[in-house]
């Protein structure tokens, strides 16, 4: 006789099974000649979007509104410093909201990449298309290139369909690798991070209303010392790092000069890259181009996971950038 538990344990093999062939490693990933190991300095450019969206008090608007007046500057003057190139995942309507800063982080080679219309992604398929097409003709319009690459959880059909190549969101893997949809269809490179290296996990304070578990301001000196630890553990590999900012965050003084200090060190080892995003992702394409798609296993309807930045009520940032479920975080 078969039990439930039997029929729930066969459920649950398919389904890491679907999962597991939908998400597809690079056999002997590689950089190029040189190299060895590749940064991307990720902004996130929500400035207040977010907080409205989640109705917070003028306080935290004017928080996040520092970000697009002051802490964008200051940070598009710290990466030019270093010749580092970032990629900027902005909202849309930033667009609207701070057109020069947009306009300077493109003429200083910076990457413009989607963040949704208002950092969120509806559910209605078609609203859905039309947050994405306009937040690409926002990007466009301001950076005279259409963007490759999104941090959100729209669908990777539509993304496609748009010609996107890569998504940088979850923490599946520690190296850049393809993730394929359940129809084996839609391919996309993802660029993976992790909290650990998101400066919302150290340094928001007093938001959404939160609790002490929220409440953070970490002394900078201690986030250098980690960062550099995981940027140590990933040389020594040959691997990759994905650093998370917020410019309402990191951009504040002290964080800036910590960054500063990080990157200065970064840079007296050999073989470390500062490439956008999108010069990652098609490195990866032109190297090692992703296997045609295959016969997927399907996973079950019950099983079916919802990632961060997915439809309406999964897409707030405070779930944390990862893909999985769980318990959300807070974060900026
Ligand atoms: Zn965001």
Not at 217 to 227: A, G, L, Q, S, Y
Not at 283 to 300: D, G, R, V, Y
């Amino acid at each position: 006789m078969i039990s439930q538990l039997d029929r729930d344990l066969t459920e649950l093999q398919q389904a890491a099974g679907a999962y597991a062939a939908r998400h597809r490693r690079i056999a002997e990933f590689g950089w190029p000649p040189g190299v060895r190991i590749a940064v991307n300095f990720t902004l996130d450019f929500d400035s207040m979007l977010l907080r409205r969206l989640l109705n917070e008090p003028p306080m935290q608007l004017a928080k996040g509104e520092f970000g697009g007046r002051v802490g964008i500057w200051r940070l598009i003057e710290l990466f030019d410093s270093h010749h580092v190139k970032a990629t900027i995942f902005t909202p849309g309507r930033a667009c609207e909201l701070y057109p020069q800063a947009i306009r300077a982080a493109v003429e200083s080679g910076h990457e413009i990449a989607d963040h949704m219309w208002e950092h969120r992604v509806p559910k209605e398929a078609a609203l859905e298309e039309d947050h994405l097409a306009k937040t690409a003709a926002a990007i466009e319009k301001i950076s005279g290139r259409r963007p490759v690459g999104t941090r959100s959880g729209h669908s990777a059909s539509l993304l496609c369909k748009h010609e996107y190549i890569y998504r940088s969101e979850g923490s599946a893997d520690q190296l850049p690798h393809y993730v394929v949809d359940e129809s084996g269809n839609n391919c996309l490179v993802h660029l993976p991070f992790h909290y650990v290296i998101d400066d919302a996990m150290f340094f928001s304070f007093a938001w959404l209303g939160s609790e002490n578990a929220a409440q953070r301001i970490t002394d900078p000196e201690h986030v250098f010392d980690i960062w550099w630890a995981a940027f140590r553990q990933q040389y020594r590999e040959g691997g990759y790092l994905n650093i998370c900012m917020h410019p309402f965050v990191s951009g504040r003084a002290l964080r800036v000069a910590m960054v500063d200090r990080l990157i200065t060190r970064m840079k007296s080892l050999p073989g470390v890259w500062f490439p956008s995003c999108a010069k990652v992702a098609r490195w990866c394409l032109e190297k090692f181009p992703p296997l045609a798609p295959a016969a997927l296993p399907q996973t079950p309807e019950s099983l079916l996971g919802m990632s961060h930045h997915s439809r309406e009520g999964g897409n707030l940032e405070l779930q944390g950038h990862s893909g999985s479920s769980g318990p959300p975080l807070p974060r900026g």
